[in-house]
């Protein structure tokens, strides 16, 4: 059995485990929260270049045609 100083210990030791762990699911968390607006941008930016190619190369072949 263990006594009122152990059990404390245990406790102690148990919610200073808790606090470490909730600071590392924040960060985690605001980590992952960069990495969406970075995936966005980067659609953004992918986006508007397939769309300028796509202009471009629609001119060449309306130029072709006539």
């Known amino acids: ?3 009122n100083a ?3 210990k245990k406790n102690s030791d148990l919610m200073s485990q808790v606090t470490t ?3 590392t699911v924040q960060e985690l968390e605001e980590e992952l929260a960069e990495t969406h607006r970075k995936c966005d941008e980067i659609r953004r ?3 508007k270049t397939l769309s ?3 202009r ?3 001119r060449t072949f309306d130029v ?3």
Do not use: W
Request: glycine share 4%.
């Open 1 to 3: 059995m263990m006594t």
């Open 6 to 8: 152990e059990l404390e």
């Open 21 to 23: 762990l909730q600071g």
């Open 45 to 47: 930016v992918r986006e």
């Open 52 to 54: 300028f190619s796509f």
């Open 56 to 58: 471009n190369i629609m």
């Open 64 to 66: 072709h045609a006539a």
